[in-house]
């Protein structure tokens, strides 16, 4: 993964990947979140499932996910203090969280970077 950074821009998923680049000043990290009714539609229609079906595919890769994540990160996976940004694309829909992203790495790129912290007021 850092490799994979070194060589030029990259877009990872999962992979605990914010964790292995947090060092790095190009990273974006993302968790792209929706509830789980759209979810289960999404799944079901995609791999023709059921909603049962479904919502316990769903689950049973959350659980997976966050384990993983968890385990080797000592972060929360899904918790919104671990990223950068989170999306929640039942709201935007694929096109609409796409545009998000590409909206976030511009002002990455354009090198909006000074925290909140930074800019106090002197009196504060």
């Given at each position: ?83 950068d940004l989170c ?38």
């Amino acid at each position: 993964i850092k490799q994979l950074a070194k060589e030029g821009p990259c877009v990872i998923i999962g992979r605990c990947a914010d964790y292995a680049l947090e060092d790095n000043p190009n990273l974006l990290s993302v968790f792209i979140h929706a509830d789980m009714d759209a979810r289960v539609h999404r799944i079901a229609n995609i791999y023709g499932l059921t909603a049962n079906k479904a919502s316990d595919r769903i689950r049973k890769n959350d659980k997976s996910r966050s384990s993983y994540y968890n385990y080797y990160t000592c972060k929360e996976w899904g918790n919104a203090d671990s990223y950068d940004l989170c999306i929640n694309s039942a709201k935007y829909g694929i096109d609409g969280t796409v545009e998000l992203l590409k909206a976030a790495i511009a002002q990455k790129e354009k090198g909006y970077k000074t925290s909140i912290e930074e800019k106090k007021p002197a009196n504060f």
